[in-house]
């Protein structure tokens, strides 16, 4: 029979991270914490991973007959670093990231460059079918270490309510 | 040893090669495997519903039946990767992607597809102007959709490409 493991005789903190429904203010802006510096290598490996056939995105001969000094970063790339980004703020507790809207790419990103997210709470609104959930509408900005924007987009999160789901 | 150089793209999926109205059913499918999970690490996205077996088995009422959802920002990478070679494959530029909704959850051992649907093309677009080659390019608007092994539709958004002009084509 097993024994239960000791545990250390000071009290216990367990911590839970993300937003629920009730949490998220109309108008809120959430300076997400990490920022991420992107490298070639990754950067490099996303696009062949993903099956990316564009070269531009792999092979420096060719981004610098298309007038870039260094390869790009390929911008699903940039999307995603700029959204993980957001999740611990935004959908860390979420059911379901439904979609996106207005997804632009201001500027390339080169390998070295750093993004920072923030994100503004634009709507919330309760679940027309299930109460226990409600939809919240951010936009996501991400920019690089000159605080230049970098990729914008608006996106839709389904998340819980506190109230059925609990959570300190 | 030649000097004769090197081209690095098709020459069949430039802006005059994209027909308005036109349908591109793309050649190949992907699988997808545990995989997803190191992206979504990758890029820092901290929900668990993507990678926590033990946190979904405890929640299926809060997960999708208890099964890990493939983050959906990587079936939207994986989509546009298998579309890529037909629509992107000679683009200076992506300018835009918007009306995107993933309309059912993808799990390890699907396997997608993609199709680009070519609503509109534009020589005289303003934010060409603001490319490296400004006079090189058009602009494409493209319904991209991914697609599951069963037909249901697992993504779709609309796309905006600057795609290169044929005499341009470096």
Known sequence: ?168 | MTNERHRFTRDDNLYEDLTVGETIVHPRGRTVSDEHMFWTNVVLNTAQLHFNQKMCDDSPGTTFNGRRVVYGGIVFAFVAGLASEETEENALAQLSYDEGRHLNPVFAGDTLFAESTILSKSEDDPRLAALAKPRQAGVVKILLRGKNQRGEIVLEITRELAVLKREFRP
């Open chain 1, 1 to 168: 029979m097993a024994q239960a493991n000791p545990e250390p005789p000071g009290p216990r903190r367990t911590v839970e991270r993300g937003r629920y429904y009730e949490d998220f203010k109309v108008g809120d802006l959430y300076r997400h914490h990490w920022g991420r510096t992107v490298e070639a290598a990754e950067s490099q490996l996303f696009a062949t991973a993903t099956m990316n056939a564009a070269p531009l995105y792999f092979n420096k001969l060719h981004a610098q007959a298309l007038g870039h000094a260094q390869v790009p970063v390929h911008p699903l790339l940039v999307m995603n670093v700029v959204f993980g980004l957001t999740v611990e703020d935004l959908s860390e507790q979420a059911l379901a990231h439904l979609g996106y809207w207005n997804m632009t790419f201001p500027r390339f990103v080169y390998p070295g460059d750093t993004l920072i997210s923030s994100s503004e709470v634009l709507d919330k609104r309760e679940s027309g079918s299930k109460p226990d959930r409600g939809i919240v509408h951010v936009r996501t900005t991400g920019v690089n270490q000159r605080g230049e924007k970098v990729c914008v987009y608006e996106r839709k999160i389904l998340v819980k309510k506190r109230a059925n789901y609990g959570g300190a």
